[in-house]
T-cell receptor
Framework: DAKTTQPPSMDCAEGRAANLPCNHS???????VYWYRQIHSQGPQYIIH???NNETNEMASLIITEDRKSSTLILPHATLRDTAVYYC?????????????FGQGTTLQVKP | DTGVSQNPRHKITKRGQNVTFRCDPI?????LYWYRQTLGQGPEFLTY????????KSRLLSDRFSAERPKGSFSTLEIQRTEQGDSAMYLC?????????????FGSGTRLTVV
């Protein structure tokens, strides 16, 4: 699985968009980008995933660059409850153990 | 279905004692995973089951650790002769094999403190 690089921490004002970057310059053609987040004292929670097209769901949007070497998770209107550690994971979609390899992630602090 | 349940939520034990944690996955999920998380780090994979078969174990899972999933339902993780380095959050997750890795549901974890 390709390695990812994320900033260790970010701040965002409540109600503003939070843009969390992730670099994955060694991503392979069959590897997807997944985002999970972990709110304090809880287990990680799946947010979104994508291959090469931009994706949107009720939680967030995922923007993947054309060369697929980086991506950005966007929380359009951050709330205090979005304060969490956000993990970007790159891996193949299926056909194996399904284990996730987490890095240290980005700690997002949403401030009032 | 109330999601993935882990018990106990917290466990304090003396060094050298044995501890056992339990995970109850979402009932229709055939995959069950154990992860360990230390302070400031992301979760690290320990082992996983498909139904009752344990199919992979990480090098992190020393011979003091054993996991079981009898009848493919709940799972237990036992640590024998605990050491202070075992202090961590132990997370369980379940999924359907066909929906990995986006279909994971994690429990809230068991926090182990070895004193």
């Amino acid at each position: 699985d390709a390695k990812t690089t994320q900033p260790p921490s970010m701040d965002c004002a409540e109600g503003r968009a939070a843009n969390l970057p992730c670099n994955h310059s060694t991503i392979s053609g069959n590897e997807y980008v997944y985002w999970y987040r972990q709110i304090h004292s809880q287990g990680p929670q799946y947010i979104i995933h994508g291959l090469k097209n931009n994706e949107t769901n009720e939680m967030a949007s995922l923007i993947i660059t054309e060369d697929r070497k980086s991506s950005t998770l966007i929380l359009p209107h951050a709330t205090l409850r979005d304060t969490a550690v956000y993990y970007c994971i790159v891996r193949v979609h299926s056909g194996n153990t399904g284990k996730l390899i987490f890095g240290q992630g980005t700690t997002l602090q949403v401030k009032p | 279905d109330t999601g993935v349940s882990q018990n106990p939520r917290h466990k304090i034990t003396k060094r050298g004692q044995n501890v056992t944690f339990r995970c109850d996955p979402i009932s229709e999920h055939n995959r069950l995973y154990w992860y360990r998380q230390t302070l400031g780090q992301g979760p690290e994979f320990l082992t996983y089951f498909q139904n009752e078969a344990q199919l992979e174990k990480s090098r992190l899972l020393s011979d003091r650790f054993s996991a079981e999933r009898p009848k493919g339902s709940f799972s237990t993780l036992e640590i024998q002769r605990t050491e202070q380095g075992d202090s961590a959050m132990y997370l369980c997750a379940s999924s359907l094999a066909v929906t990995v890795p986006y279909g994971y549901t994690f429990g809230s974890g068991t926090r182990l403190t070895v004193v």
